[in-house]
């Protein structure tokens, strides 16, 4: 395609070198769409004939079946996606195809499959994502009732309700998709038509040619336009933090899952056995989500420091920038998948759950509030009351209902037997019924917006 100024050809190892057909092969379809919509519009502004541009459209179809039915050719000799389809349609209908770089340039034509191929991968995060928000706010429903120990630094802090901990996550993952959601929309214009790097002297229609392939405009800027990566980082950035979350819940699910906890039965088809215990039962696919978390942050990190200190404009560096983004994108994907089918399908056992909350004096902050409340004694010196309250118990070991009336009595004289109401579990989740708290209903409040803003149900 270039020899024209070339002595010699390549050396084996600068065809190796240079080769990104073995993963940019994954653009063809992006590249196929993008040109169709180049020669379609070179057509109607007369720089090709539209007898030509037929041709190279059909052509450019036949390509695509033959792609679909037997895959994409990997030769190294012809680079790339751009490169293998031009030679291939070139075999097809002859010297005509060669009329299809016309105003065009492999950096325009590689920033346009890229922007394409990445704007696919935010939507189906988001779709995955709102699946798996689904899931969280059903078994978030079930379970608004259902009591567990709410923990800071993984001690027993105060009681929460299952439902209001699934909530947690439904509130990450609606972040995530606004991450990718507006990532879509500051990337989604088109740089074809930029050429190399200068823009071209032939007459195009770049409003046309973006509007063919779903951008809301051209890009203003034609150096900017081929070596912007800014779109792939952003979606690596949302596919990142979103990773974080779902390694977050993953982590849940392993601790919950372990024999200490018991919390949960994880569904047989999300586990795996041990080829040597008979009893295990493990956790692989949430330790996996744990794991992917580390490699598409990986990935993030790669693309950021190819980025980094290129000078204007297109440089070979940037065709390293397809590895992790399609990396990021099957990891981000499976783990998706895995951690939806995972919430939806979990048996949670709340028998258990419940009985860790009664343990571990979850209710001592109740205690403490009661005593403000109806003691009017200030909060710090109903803190040290309670304080004591927990230590007698302790060395007792009971609960802190269980305490007779005398005991509590005779650390502080305030209490009475009122008290007892506001130290079971269920009060105390009860209770908590400030906007965004554990409380019961205001968690079915909160699944009730959700399902509404899911479309799982009309608004009230
Ligand atoms: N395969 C290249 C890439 O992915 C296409 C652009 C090549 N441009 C060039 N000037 N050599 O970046």
Redesign the pocket.
């Given at each position: 395609m270039w020899g024209g100024r070339f002595a010699s050809g390549p050396s084996a190892i600068m065809r190796e070198i240079n080769a990104?057909i073995p993963f940019?092969k994954a653009l063809w379809r992006q590249d196929i769409a993008a040109s169709k919509a180049h020669v379609d519009m070179l057509a109607v502004q007369g720089i090709v004939s539209h007898e030509d541009a037929a041709q190279i459209a059909e052509g450019l179809d036949s390509v695509a079946s033959e792609y679909e039915l037997n895959g994409v050719p990997e030769n190294w000799d012809l680079?790339?996606?751009?490169m293998t389809t031009e030679s291939r349609l070139a075999e097809l209908i002859g010297p005509v195809a060669g009329r299809l770089h016309t105003a065009r340039?492999?950096?325009d034509?590689?920033a346009t499959d890229?922007r394409l191929w990445v704007r696919d991968a935010m939507d189906q995060a988001e779709l995955g994502l709102k699946q798996l928000q689904i899931a969280l706010v059903t078994r978030a429903g079930e379970h608004a009732d259902s009591i567990m120990p709410g923990f800071t630094h993984l001690q027993t802090a105060q009681p929460v309700t299952l439902g209001h901990h699934l909530m947690a996550y439904y509130e990450m993952a609606g972040r995530d998709r606004s991450r990718f959601a507006d990532a879509r929309v500051r990337m989604n214009r088109s740089p074809l038509g930029a050429a190399?790097l200068a823009g071209t002297g032939f007459p195009i229609d770049r409003e046309r040619t973006a509007k063919a392939l779903g951008f809301d405009g051209p890009t203003d800027n034609s150096l900017d336009s081929v070596s912007d990566r800014d779109f792939a980082l952003d979606y690596l950035m949302a596919a990142a933090q979103c990773s974080l979350h779902l390694s977050r819940l993953a982590e849940e699910f392993i601790i919950w899952a372990s024999q200490p906890f018991g919390f949960v039965t994880l569904p047989d088809s999300l586990s795996t056995g041990s080829s040597i215990m008979p009893q295990k039962k493990n956790p692989d696919a949430a330790e996996l989500v744990r794991g992917h978390s580390g490699r598409i942050v990986g990935c993030l990190t790669a693309l950021m420091i190819t980025m980094k200190g290129l000078p204007l404009a297109?440089s070979?560096d940037?065709?390293d920038?397809?590895p992790p983004v399609f990396e990021a994108a099957s990891l981000l994907a499976l783990s998706i998948a895995a951690m939806t089918g995972m919430v939806a399908e979990a048996k949670f056992r709340t028998e258990r759950m419940r009985a860790a909350a009664e343990l571990g004096y979850a209710t001592a902050t109740d205690l403490a509030d009661w005593l403000v409340r109806q003691a009017n004694i200030p909060f710090r010196e109903a803190h040290h009351i309670t304080g004591s309250a927990v230590k007698l118990a302790e060395s007792r070991g009971v609960a802190l209902d269980q305490l007779p009336l005398e005991d509590l009595q005779a650390i502080d004289a305030r209490i009475d037997d009122r008290v007892y109401a506001a130290l079971s579990v269920d009060a105390s989740v009860a209770s908590r019924a400030s906007h965004g708290g554990t409380a019961p209903n205001e968690v079915r409040k909160r699944v009730a917006e959700a399902r509404v803003a899911l479309g799982l149900e009309e608004s009230a």
């Open positions: 990104s940019d680079e790339d996606i751009h340039s492999r950096n034509q590689v890229f190399a297109y070979k940037m065709q920038d397809k």
